[in-house]
């Protein structure tokens, strides 16, 4: 990761590719906008991915190219054409789209922290009004950013069918196989497919009379 500016370039290159390959509809509340990439070509990508999503139109690189090119969204067409394409040709899907949703956006956020602190110095070297009133500007615009992040928490199903179907997909997929790590006990694993990193599995049971 770039310790300045934050980003993770290969993380956003993974993600728009995951969606091109897949050709899925993807969820619109996925939990990132566009604003959440650093790279201005990524934006471009991921706001005509969203508005072919509400036209329900498949994703592929057929349709993003041709929605940039109604938006006029090409600055260097064949430079920017074969971009697309590689990352439909070169990316290896090897995580969910939550977990690059994630880092997407941590990292746009921490961004946004250090644009509000950055423009917050310059306002105390040159604002002359009361300390008070400039204080209550700094710490309304920075619970602008905090709320948007203590909100994500629990989420409702609705708002995540997208990695939902992509779980039942692996699913079919392992024809019931374990895929995550073995308990050795046949029924929890046959019900949990197996322990997995990303996961908190809480099991309970009556107590005993």
Do not use: C, W
Not at 105 to 134: A, F, G, V, W
Not at 177 to 202: A, Q
């Amino acid at each position: 990761m770039n310790p300045e500016p934050l980003y993770e370039l290969e993380t956003e290159k993974s993600f728009l590719g995951t969606i091109l390959i897949k050709g899925s509809v993807v969820n619109p509340d996925i939990g990132i906008s566009p604003d959440d990439f650093y790279h201005e070509f990524h934006k471009k990508l991921f706001s005509s991915i969203l508005e072919l999503i509400d036209q329900s139109v498949q994703i592929d690189p057929v349709s993003v190219i041709n929605k940039l090119r109604e938006k006029a969204g090409f600055k260097d067409e064949p430079r920017e054409l074969e971009y697309i394409y590689s990352l439909y040709r070169d990316t290896v899907i090897s995580q969910p789209l939550s977990y690059f949703v994630k880092r997407i956006k941590n990292l746009s956020d921490r961004r946004k922290y250090i644009s509000i602190l950055r423009d917050s110095i310059q306002l105390i070297n040159s604002d002359p009004t009361e300390n008070e009133n400039l204080f209550s500007k700094i710490e309304k615009d920075l619970s602008v950013v905090s709320k948007s992040v203590q909100s994500r928490g629990l989420r409702s199903l609705s708002g995540d069918r997208a990695e939902l179907l992509e779980y039942i997909q692996k699913l079919f997929e392992n024809k019931g196989e374990t895929s995550g790590l073995k308990t050795h006990y046949p029924e929890l694993d046959e019900l949990t497919t197996g322990l997995k990193s990303h996961e908190l599995m809480i099991i309970a049971a009556r107590p005993g009379r």
